[in-house]
């Protein structure tokens, strides 16, 4: 009996929830995301870009915070990534609510998989409706099926699985960088690449305003970051993805028919430029 292997079983106390913001000067923005939990009862890691007047300092244990002058989305959770001290981390932004006992939820579902490396949550709406379409069923995420949309504040990791596989956020793609979104997929087909054990859990952990136009599958910008992306993924084969994905965006109305010269050369500028970076 005493050679059995003893079973993970994780608590709020084993979750971290990193932050990204800028120019903050006070913690009092954190009163809005933790309104429905006990703030006091979770580690929080912020990393405030910023610039040398406007400093965040903390004098609460269970807040750290790291200034930086860098700019960047990804950057700014890269370097959460490398602070991280606990098993588990939460990727969020400053805008979000957390669902009430919402570290209970995440702890859970990893001691459920202890083998996962990365377990994918819900968001809703601030009316209470899903942040977009899920797939409601709970499941491990492969390659081969369907392709995943994920948002950066759906995602949870095991620290452990990400630092020491060296897995981090391409810094050429999301909010203040050249291609203006797309970071959530490339790092994700980074975890499957390594062959991280995912899994998506449908329970809503964070509340967020709707989805922006850098998610408008139809917008240049999402077209372009998409290309971009997919060209890591798919190489040359990339060009004749563009294809495949204009037909699905004019299918599904986010294109019209007459713009599809337009955005497929949208799409191809787009992976010139990342074959040059």
């Not at 990804?74 to 602070?83: D, P």
């Not at 939460?90 to 998989?113: P, R």
């Not at 995943?148 to 060296?166: A, G, P």
């Not at 890591?232 to 994905?245: A, C, H």
Request: hydrophobic content about 40%.
């Amino acid at each position: 009996m005493n050679n059995l292997p003893k079973l993970a079983i994780y608590t709020p106390e084993d979750v971290e929830i990193l932050v990204s913001t800028m120019k903050r000067t006070s913690l009092s923005f954190l009163g809005k995301m933790f309104v429905n939990n006990d703030i006091s009862k979770h580690h929080i890691l912020i990393i405030n870009q910023t610039d040398k007047e406007h400093q965040l300092i903390s004098n609460v244990p269970n807040v750290r915070v790291i200034n930086c002058q860098e700019v960047g989305l990804s950057k700014s959770r890269n370097l959460a990534i490398k602070n991280t001290v606990k098993p588990i981390f939460v990727i969020t932004d400053d805008d979000v609510v957390f669902s009430k006992d919402f570290a209970i939820t995440i702890a859970a579902g990893y001691t459920k998989y202890p083998e996962a490396g990365f377990i994918s949550f819900q968001a809703n709406t601030f009316t209470n409706k899903p942040y977009k379409k899920y797939n409601n069923k709970e499941r491990e995420l492969v390659k081969k099926r369907k392709e995943i949309s994920l948002s950066s504040i759906e995602i949870t990791c095991k620290t452990k699985d990400i630092v020491e596989n060296k897995i981090l956020f391409d810094e050429r793609f999301g909010l203040g960088s050249y291609f203006k979104s797309g970071e959530e997929s490339i790092f994700f087909q980074e975890i499957l690449s390594h062959h991280i054990k995912a899994y998506h859990i449908p329970k809503v952990i964070v509340c967020h305003a709707e989805e922006s136009s850098t998610s408008n599958p139809g917008s240049n910008k999402f077209i372009r970051a998409r290309a971009a992306a997919k060209y890591l993924q798919y190489g040359n084969l990339s060009i004749l993805w563009m294809v495949k994905f204009l037909s699905f965006l004019i299918r599904k109305k986010h294109i019209k028919v007459s713009s599809i010269i337009k955005k497929y050369k949208e799409g191809y500028q787009a992976i010139g430029e990342i074959r040059k970076m």
